[in-house]
């Protein structure tokens, strides 16, 4: 597995893709951090694996939608001196 920073990755596009091509895995950093992973297409992901080894499951149901915002006037800082004035 190789880690490269962007610039190297960019000067080098079709040579590093090749090296995916061929089974290879690179690790891309922006200022020495990790940022991306590029693997050959239709490898297992981490979880795929979990999976197949039973260590974990894919959900039973579709995620439930998330709620409706509250509605408020004011900002956070007023709402929060609002509550602490109540207790």
Known sequence: MD???IRELRDGLSRHLADVRE???IIVT???KPIARIVPFGSESGL???VREGIARRPTSPRRPL???IKANGTVSDLLEESRGRY
């Open 30 to 32: 922006d200022h020495g």
């Open 48 to 50: 795929e694996k979990l």
């Open 3 to 5: 880690t490269i920073g």
């Open 23 to 25: 089974g290879g895995e």
């Open 67 to 69: 709620p409706e915002p």
